[in-house]
């Protein structure tokens, strides 16, 4: 079945630190892609997505290239800051009518 | 203001009571969605509705009954409630389904106790 397969945490980082999430999936057809954040005692806020192969979101310096290739859509972001610890979720939308979210990725990011 | 918003945001209740989470959205999306979120697992997915007076099973059913008699209202019931039912529940909405390329939007949620 379709599955989504996150890099595991806690990721520790230094402010102004490159930022990389690794995310893989499994799916039919061609799934829509998304990471999602999520900060202390919040729900999931859509963070960037994608829609299509080769397909590159971006939103508050964060970037994700859907490769279809390698099936994997993993999200980077050049320097972070310390407002940038939160929970992230790499997630999809199959063809099949389906969700699938990842367990989630805990970053921490130090001054 | 525009948004989804879950109430209460904190309940503490016991073991064999019936306690109903709330759920409201005002983008008139179709499609609603009840997840828990657990350490260990990640969201599951309990109950999803694609449109007012339809609703369907999740991931996690058991021990849940949903309705949705209003496009704007979609309430989770746990009918008798149990310690394993302890976790913080997420509400979200869509404006197509999961088969479409949009995404969801998530309350901030309703940290649940079960003593």
């Known amino acids: 079945g379709d599955s989504v397969t996150q890099m595991e945490g806690p990721v520790t980082l230094s402010e102004e630190a490159f930022l990389t999430i690794n995310c893989t999936y499994t799916?039919?057809?061609?799934?829509?892609l998304f990471w999602y954040v999520q900060y202390p005692g919040e729900g999931l806020q859509l963070l960037l997505k994608?829609?299509?192969?080769?397909d590159k979101g971006s939103n508050k310096g964060f970037e994700a290239t859907y490769r279809k290739e390698t099936t994997s859509f993993h999200l980077e972001k050049g320097s972070v800051q310390v407002s940038d610890s939160a929970v992230y979720f790499c997630?999809?939308?199959?063809?099949?009518?389906?969700?699938?979210f990842g367990d989630g990725t805990t970053l921490t990011v130090k001054p | 203001d525009a948004g989804i918003t879950q109430s209460p945001r904190y309940k503490i209740t016991e073991t064999g009571r019936q306690v109903t989470l709330m759920c409201h959205q005002t983008w008139s999306h179709s499609y609603m969605f009840w997840y828990r979120q657990d350490l260990g697992h990640g969201l599951r997915l309990i109950y999803y509705?694609?449109?007012?007076?339809?609703?369907d099973k999740g991931e996690v059913p058991d021990g849940y009954v949903v309705s949705r008699s209003k496009t704007e209202n979609f309430p989770l019931t746990l009918e008798s409630a149990t310690r394993s039912q302890t976790s913080v529940y997420f509400c979200?909405?869509?404006?197509?389904?999961?088969?479409?390329?949009?995404?969801?939007?998530f309350g901030d949620g309703t940290r649940l106790s079960i003593l």
């Open positions: 997630a999809l939308n199959t063809n099949a009518g389906k969700s699938t």
């Open positions: 799916a039919t057809g061609y799934p829509s």
């Open positions: 994608a829609t299509k192969a080769d």
């Open positions: 979200a909405s869509s404006s197509m389904g999961p088969n479409s390329n949009q995404p969801q939007h």
């Open positions: 509705s694609a449109a007012a007076d339809i609703t």
